[in-house]
Nanobody
């Protein structure tokens, strides 16, 4: 069965860094575009970052450009989100997502992970 399992979340001070990982199984990972979304309490889920199936193209939300980097290792069936210069407003549950032929940034998603919590203290 399909699984996306996020890890790497936790507590960090403002200005610090975290690296999130998403381990995929149960589908052909290399044929799927992958991405990250986040949802803070009381807010809608929002797009964070996108990477195409080969890793040659990435797209970011304006709020994280220059601070976050998405990458993938198809040999390990894993997608990453390196988060630097973290701000309190980055506090949210972060979700890994995948799509085969849809527009991931529009939340046209085939598979969602369960999420990992990121909390940034001021």
């Amino acid at each position: 069965q399909v699984q996306l399992v996020e890890s790497g979340g936790g507590l960090v001070q403002a200005g610090g860094s975290l690296r999130l990982s998403c381990a995929a199984s149960g589908f052909t990972f290399s044929t799927y575009a992958m991405g990250w979304f986040r949802q803070a309490p009381g807010k809608e889920r929002e797009f964070v970052a996108y990477i195409n199936r080969s890793g040659s193209r990435t797209t970011y939300a304006d709020s994280v450009k220059g601070r976050f980097t998405i990458s993938r290792d198809n040999a390990k069936n894993t997608v990453y989100l390196q988060m630097n210069s973290l701000k309190p407003e980055d506090t949210a549950t972060y979700y890994c997502a995948g799509t085969l032929n849809k527009r991931l940034w529009m939340m046209e998603i085939d598979y969602w992970g369960q999420g990992t919590q990121v909390t940034v203290s001021s």
